[in-house]
């Protein structure tokens, strides 16, 4: 009963599917030249597959997961070649530290790791339930809609798709279209070793991916700004898809007076000017005690010359669009600036550069900078810094240098964020055992790993009755056995 259940409501969300594109059919293109009908087709493919054989058995995940694992090994240069052409810029070894073996070493935790999380958990049933008994058992949500943006191409597509197919989910996966080359690469990569009616890659325009959040999927994957997110949110509230949003946000830096000022500037430039500081987890703008910023200052700009001793030399990463340039040209004007580098860098680079702001309220603080433009503020007291950050937009990630001491405790406790990392920038987000994600503003849900799993399953309750039950003496009529089950239920 529950196949025949199943296959018919996945035949009426399909065809509710299906009513959205109808017209595409006739018209034939969106304005980047990409059928919708296309993404119409995959859908239904997708979803018409899930009707028929359900999710992806265990087996079949291990023996996907193996095979997008070597091919992604083999066609490592290649994606070293497109990012670096899409960017304009980009060296080869952050594509492949940043990128490549990432996505990588998140399907060997995976695969050792799989049998595991897919198992049903047995739930120990107490007074008055047993001797029932229960278990939950994960299963997949259905059909997955990933889309990726274009600062971290390859692993911002993968990485979410990793954890759709550990939970057995079908995806329609969406590369960016700001990064053409190696999109083209995600789709053809996968395409080769994945079945479509597994996995289909669509590609176009914003369009294309406002389109798909409008499908009668069974859960969306976002990664993007937190202004597309609330559009994501909903459109796909329309059919009550859950959605995983990982989204922008203000990291903010607090440099205690315990902290190793040295260590401290080099994980914060090195966290900072990696890809240019297109991360989504870079430090955003750096607290620093009044009386020590002049000597952190100059700690930072030291970090930052060891970093890249030749800015020429082809390791610091380009701006990847000309609309980012120009918006963080836009944003650095008027502002009192320190270079970092020596030199400066002819578009489309922008050169790392220090801001000097005297309060949280300048214009430069109240957006997520993107970018390689860090602002260092001066501050006196610690409730000044909580005040401060809670009047900004959410952070995916708050960093702490310094001793784990009450102040560290305080900060903590007085703001919010997805993560604390404590004497280091950006790394917590490659550790596939912990969850990512943000709050508020920087996103919802947790994936990478066991959350990624986890997000994309349906946690069912199995119960299972016994033939004796303590329960069926509380039914109707009641009499003094009903009454003496309530005092046990209710001792002080």
Same mark, same amino acid.
């Given at each position: 009963m529950e196949c025949v259940t199943r296959s018919a409501s996945r035949s009426n969300r399909r065809m509710a599917g299906a009513d959205l594109y109808s017209k595409s059919r006739v018209t034939g293109m969106t304005n980047d030249g990409r059928s919708l009908a296309d993404l119409g087709s995959a859908f239904e493919r997708l979803s018409d597959a899930y009707s028929a054989k359900g999710g992806l058995a265990l087996n079949e995940r291990r023996e996907t997961l193996k095979a997008v694992r070597g091919s992604l090994i083999d066609r490592r240069e290649d994606y070293a070649k497109a990012i670096d052409a899409d960017f304009r810029g980009r060296s080869r070894h952050e594509t492949l530290?940043?990128?490549?073996?990432?996505?990588?070493?998140?399907?060997?935790?995976?695969?050792?790791?799989?049998?595991?999380w897919a198992s049903p958990k047995k739930i120990r049933l107490g007074f008055p339930f047993w001797p029932a008994s229960a278990e939950v058992r994960?299963?997949?949500?259905?059909?997955?809609g990933i889309i990726a943006p274009s600062n971290y191409p390859l692993q911002l597509t993968l990485m979410p798709l990793v954890g759709a197919l550990s939970a057995g989910c079908r995806a329609l996966v969406k590369p960016s279209e700001l990064t053409p080359r190696t999109s083209d690469l995600i789709s053809e990569h996968l395409h080769d070793v994945i079945d479509r009616g597994a996995v289909s890659v669509v590609q176009g325009g914003a369009d294309i991916a406002a389109a798909l959040t409008r499908l009668p999927l069974d859960i969306i994957q976002f990664t993007g700004s937190t202004h597309v997110g609330r559009k994501v949110a909903s459109a796909a509230a329309e059919h009550m898809t859950p959605t995983i949003l990982e989204?922008?946000?203000? /990291? #903010?830096v607090v440099v205690d007076e315990s902290a190793d000022l040295g260590a401290a500037a080099k994980s914060i430039m090195a966290g900072k000017?990696?890809?240019?500081?297109?991360?989504?987890?870079?430090p955003d703008y750096v607290f620093v005690p009044r009386p020590l910023k002049d000597q952190f200052v100059a700690q930072l700009q030291e970090a930052a010359g060891a970093l890249y001793p030749d800015p020429a030399n082809g390791d610091y990463t380009a701006i990847a669009s000309d609309r980012a340039l120009a918006r963080l040209i836009d944003l650095e004007a008027g502002q009192l600036c320190l270079p970092l580098f020596d030199r400066d860098l002819p578009p489309p680079y922008l050169a790392p550069k220090l801001v000097d702001v005297a309060?949280?309220? /300048? #214009?430069?603080?109240?957006?997520e900078i993107?970018?390689?433009?860090?602002?260092?503020v001066a501050y006196d007291e610690l409730t000044d810094v909580i005040a401060a950050i809670n009047a900004l937009p959410d952070a995916l990630a708050?960093?702490?240098?310094?001793?784990?001491?009450?102040?560290?405790e305080a900060l903590i406790q007085g703001t919010r964020s997805g993560a604390v990392s404590i004497n280091e920038t950006v790394l917590h987000a490659g550790i596939h055992a912990l969850p990512f994600g943000g709050v508020g503003q920087s996103g919802t849900g947790r994936y990478?790993?066991?959350a990624g799993f986890d997000s994309f399953s349906l946690e069912r309750v199995i119960f299972r009755q016994s033939r004796w039950s303590l329960t069926k003496l509380m039914r109707p009529p009641y009499g003094r056995t009903a009454e003496r089950i309530l005092e046990g239920l209710m001792k002080r």
């Open positions: 530290i940043t990128e490549v073996s990432v996505v990588v070493s998140a399907i060997d935790h995976t695969l050792a790791n799989l049998k595991r994960p299963q997949p949500r259905g059909v997955a989204l922008g946000g203000k /990291s #903010p000017l990696i890809n240019a500081g297109q991360t989504c987890v870079a309060t949280a309220n /300048s #214009p430069i603080m109240k957006q993107f970018g390689p433009l860090l602002p260092v708050t960093y702490w240098f310094g001793s784990p001491n009450e102040r560290l990478h790993g066991k």
